[in-house]
């Protein structure tokens, strides 16, 4: 939290293992859609339940680092 804060990176990409799909927050669907080519995968911003607490919320949404989480099948 602390570097988020202090840094305020441009986009942030983050790694996750749970349902193949590229989760966007913020302003990075450039950065998915190169992505979705290359793995087939749907890009979503929206996995279909509040998700208060995430990295995506914290800082793509809360913080305007846009963040990409790649659940990795």
Request: charged share 5%; aromatic share 18%; net charge positive.
């Given at each position: 939290m602390s570097f988020i804060e202090s840094k305020?990176?441009?986009w942030i990409?983050?790694?996750h293992s749970w349902n193949p799909v590229l989760n966007v927050n913020g302003d990075c669907l450039a950065e998915a859609e190169v992505l979705a080519k290359h793995t087939g995968y749907k890009i979503d911003s929206d996995i279909g339940?509040?998700?208060p607490g995430c990295l995506?919320?914290?800082?793509?949404i809360e913080r305007q680092s846009p963040t990409?989480?790649?659940e990795i099948e």
């Open positions: 305020k990176p441009n990409l983050s790694l339940y509040p998700t995506g919320t914290y800082a793509g990409l989480t790649y």
